[in-house]
């Protein structure tokens, strides 16, 4: 598949667009490809808390930052506030995840806010997304899959819904996905299917794991 297809997703941005679901196998072939997803910045996976906090100064020296236990999962969480994150330079959070048993590194949750930039330029936000997909398509996902396009939840005109614009497993389980909300389900006319309305895109996701089938989490 030809990564322009990707990109007619997302062409007309925050109009509506047709939903289309793709299932490949090798869509990064035509691309220079990238091993797997080792972490996001100077924080790689497996590291300890020790070395993802120097990690962090290194890379956030000025940014807030907190360390919560998540008591759901049994999970330490380190909670990094920024005032503006690229692409989409806006605010954002990052949560760094450290796992249940192992102790160590094993998700990384970035979140921008658009409503706190009141979405401004939502060609910059479209490029962006854009940006991102093409980065995470350039990953090595033979023998994986990749899913774009598609709603989470039981789809209503109407209704506000996560939307996956990227969802990347490889061979070894490492996964990113890339979601945005609130998208509203639109009725497309007869014969289109359902359309996605992103005129109201408050919050993009990204999420980099480790392992994407057995999180390692108390439960």
Known sequence: MKKRALHRIFGRLPLIVFLSVLLVGAMAS??????????????NFGSTEEIVSAA??????????????????????????????????????????????????????????????????????RRAIEGLIDSYSSFDWAEGNIITGYFLGNVDSGSPLRFLFFRGISRQKRMIALLGWPVYAKLGRKGEGVGADFAKLGRISAIYQVNATATDARR
């Open 30 to 43: 035509s691309l220079a490809r990238r091993g797997e997803v080792e972490g996001f910045e100077s924080a």
């Open 56 to 125: 962090i100064r290194k890379d956030f020296a000025d940014a807030k930052v907190e360390a919560k236990m998540d008591d759901v999962t049994g999970m330490k969480k380190w909670f990094v506030y920024v005032n503006n994150l690229p692409p989409f330079n806006v605010p954002a959070q990052i949560v760094y995840g450290f796992g249940y048993r192992a102790k160590t590194l094993v998700q990384i949750d970035i979140v921008w806010d658009l409503v706190a930039a009141n979405r401004q330029n939502p060609e910059r936000i």
